[in-house]
């Protein structure tokens, strides 16, 4: 048992140099990314580009409910042929 203890202490002081500098170094990169990323503004462009996606969510639903309503609407002016086309090539949309 004390030959476990005295490895573990030579480990330990032979390695401390090395988990302080690795301290350090993982330290200053966090300081100099945080800087990188506000001089380019990336954090702000991603920010924005996330507003952008949502808004274009946003308009997607939209237009997928217009265009269904109307889809409803017009489908009660096409013919029973034309419709039953029109389902089928859904259909086959839906599978590809």
Do not use: C
Request: proline residues 2%.
């Amino acid at each position: 048992m004390d030959i476990f203890i005295n490895q573990m202490e030579i480990f330990f002081t032979k390695s401390h140099p090395v988990i302080m500098g690795l301290a350090i170094f993982v330290l200053v990169f966090l300081i100099f990314r945080e800087v990188i990323l506000w001089y380019w503004r990336i954090n702000e462009n991603t920010e924005s580009l996330q507003r952008i996606a949502d808004s274009l969510e946003v308009i997607a639903a939209a237009t997928d409910f217009l265009a269904s309503d109307i889809d409803q609407k017009n489908s009660k002016k096409i013919s029973p042929k034309i419709q039953t086309a029109k389902v089928a090539d859904t259909k086959e949309a839906k599978r590809a």
